[in-house]
């Protein structure tokens, strides 16, 4: 029998943030993942645009000051609509950093960086124990304690499970959490190009049909300004661009960006990532605390994913620190019914909010792009619906 005092069941970018979260806190945690010690950068093509309250929460962690010199800074936020008769911009709205207090709205990191770093850090934690090649295959939650097995065959004590195990959450299924999923026939073409003129550190959202494409600004790519694209398009055509060799997507990806960058020239492999939503019943069991993908799945727009999941950690993290500080139990029922009542209605608001927002990208009949169109020229004109713009694309 292992004894700890926090289990993370999930060794993916918000189980590793989690795990040096807690473990800044003096807790100790054992991290367990099936994925190899071998396995370094991994194979996740996607950047992750961090924001504000996500780097925050990253400093406290004690891992962005490594983290950071791997990204680009998102100075500013452009949405540009083109859905008129032509493929042209006909409004383009910019959110500056310079208009909220730090400056700047985030810091855009390759997914492979932001593990690297994370791994570095948590082998020179001693209170850290990561077990690799590791899967929680059991889990039952007491009155004392949480009892979970792993497929060495070991059981594990904790005061507090941590499921960070990803969308199809086992340990989700094993508390016997319910959960509602629905796809949008959309999927998301992640890729990263080179291209002649310079992105001055702007975020550039395009909307036409079928859902966003957005090149988001990435450091310079032997010698060019660079970008990551998450190109968000009706499943068959994001297959048909999957399909296409290196020269044929960039002449399209440079038709689609109506030529705002020049020239863009693929520089990376491609993967697709169907769209989905997800949102459980609730998002705690006896001993057990949901977050990240675990807790909510959401289609890429505005970089809402990790960094929610990087605000579950944080007000786990908080509650756990004041239970820590009066010696109270930080896996106690009380602690975790305040972390749902925190979390669960933002978490819902949110999910509901992005499936609204990734529908309006989606419309496909005239009329309805055009009322997009006068949404998005009220946001850009309109002062106050301006400031409640830059509050969400800052992460608030
Ligand atoms: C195209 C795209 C672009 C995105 N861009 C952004 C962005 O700019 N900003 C942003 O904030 N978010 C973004 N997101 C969301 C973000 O990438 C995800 O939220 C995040 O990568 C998911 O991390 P995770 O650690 O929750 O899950 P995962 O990466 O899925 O990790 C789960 C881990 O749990 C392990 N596991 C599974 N079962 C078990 C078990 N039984 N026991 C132990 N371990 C187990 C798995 O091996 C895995 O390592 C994007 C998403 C997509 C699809």
Redesign the pocket.
Known sequence: MIETDILI???????MSAAARFAADGHRIMI????PADIGEGT?L??????QP?IETLKKAGVWDAIKPTGAELRVMRIVDAGGNELAPRETADFDGAETTQGFFGW?VS?KAARVSLMAKLETLPNVDFRFS????GFTGTARYGEATLSGGETVRAKLVVA????????REFAGIKHRRWAYDQS?L?FVVTHDKPHDNISTEIHRTGGPLTL?PMPDLDGKPCSSV?WMTPADRAQQLYNMDDATLSAEITHDTMSMFGPLTVASPRAV?P?ISQVPSRLISARLAL????AH????IG???????LHDIETLAELMAKAKLKGDDIGATTLLKSYERRQLPKTLARVGGIDLLNRASMFEPKTLRDLRYVGLSALNRIGPLRKLAIKVGVGK
């Open positions: 069941a999930g060794g993916g970018i918000a189980g367990v993942d099936p994925a996740d996607r950047t992750t645009a961090f924001l996500g855009n997914n590791t899967t929680v295959t960070a195990d990803g969308r199809n959450s086992s340990l998301a992640v988001v998450v990532w769209m977050v990240a993908e675990a799945v959401v289609p890429p970089a809402q994913g990790l960094n929610m999941s």
